[in-house]
């Protein structure tokens, strides 16, 4: 069976980025272990609308391009996703209410009520933080999923020659 992606916003910027050559190289590497078909990919509604504020048209058509590409699912955030950012916000493990913010946590909550367990991401901030995770699984333990997420950045799932 296929792992299972959820890839995040800050994942899909990284390939018109030219201040972060390393993170450009790993995305570009990683999406090159996409293309062999060992993984199943998810995007949601919100990846399309904070790629759609880009106001470069280059950009915009770039990154577009490479969803259209790669063929990613997309995923809704819906009322069952919406409610359990309700409950990341209670629990306090962002501490904020900023829109970025609760887009954030709502890119946890989409994979978690889907079932995707791995989330990518450069969102060192927010996402990729071990203390973040393990409140974001409290939350989804408590609300009774029974997935644990997991969140890493692209170098995680970069498939080497040997793993084909």
Same mark, same amino acid.
């Given at each position: ?28 590497? =990683? =999406? ?5 078909? =060992? ?11 904070? %790629?759609?504020q880009t106001t470069d048209t280059s950009i915009l058509n770039e990154l577009r391009g ?34 970025? %913010? ?44 029974? %997935? %644990? ?16």
């Amino acid at each position: 069976m296929k792992k299972k992606l959820y890839i995040e916003t800050s994942v899909w910027n990284q390939l018109t980025h030219v201040d972060r050559p390393d993170w450009k190289k790993a995305t570009q590497d =990683f =999406f090159a272990s996409v293309k062999t078909g =060992f993984y199943d990919i998810f995007i949601s509604d919100l990846v399309l609308e904070e %790629i759609s504020q880009t106001t470069d048209t280059s950009i915009l058509n770039e990154l577009r391009g490479q969803i259209k590409t790669l063929q990613p699912t997309v995923l809704y955030f819906e009322d069952e996703a919406r409610a359990l950012v309700e409950q990341y916000k209670s629990a306090a493990i962002i501490k904020s209410s900023k829109p970025k %913010i609760i887009v954030d946590m709502g890119h946890v909550a989409i994979a978690t009520v889907n079932g995707i367990r791995h989330i990518i991401s450069f969102n060192f901030d927010h996402l990729v933080n071990e203390v973040k995770i393990d409140k974001f699984n409290a939350v989804n333990l408590n609300a009774g999923y029974d %997935i %644990i997420v997991d969140i890493k950045t692209p170098e995680s799932y970069i498939i080497k020659e040997d793993e084909e």
